[in-house]
């Protein structure tokens, strides 16, 4: 399973929290400890993206998105959009470049981009 950015965890939680939920419905949506939900969580609420509701009929707290959460899970999404391996530009696999500039005789340095089409 591949790490996620910071970025990608803050958007599972406002994702997750789309529709109000406590912290364990919270903690398994976006597949975090208990500690690490509350790290993040507390920076959501102070940014204004999450906010803390009663619950209905109980005692305990739900946790909704804002509408700043709402823009800030669409503008992530639009981002990812222009992210995508549909993108024209694709990286060459290191193996690939490195074999590639051996049998030209060449030495490996920077990264190389390749356009497809």
């Known amino acids: ?3 996620r950015s910071r970025m990608e965890i ?3 939680i406002v994702s997750a929290s789309k529709s109000p939920a406590k912290k364990t419905n919270l903690m398994y949506k976006s597949n ?3 500690k690490q939900l ?3 969580l507390g920076f959501l609420i102070e940014q204004g993206l999450i906010e803390v509701r009663p619950e209905e009929g109980g005692s305990g707290r739900m946790y909704g998105a804002t509408s ?3 823009q800030f899970s669409k503008l992530f999404e639009d981002l990812q959009g222009y992210l995508t391996i549909s993108n024209p530009m694709r990286t060459i696999p290191l193996q690939e470049r490195e074999l590639r500039e051996e049998s030209r005789g ?3 340095s920077a ?6 089409q």
Do not use: A, W
């Open 106 to 108: 060449i030495e490996y």
């Open 68 to 70: 700043r959460g709402f």
């Open 32 to 34: 975090l400890s208990f």
């Open 1 to 3: 399973m591949k790490n």
């Open 10 to 12: 803050l958007y599972d």
């Open 111 to 116: 990264p190389e981009i390749e356009m497809t």
């Open 38 to 40: 509350e790290l993040y």
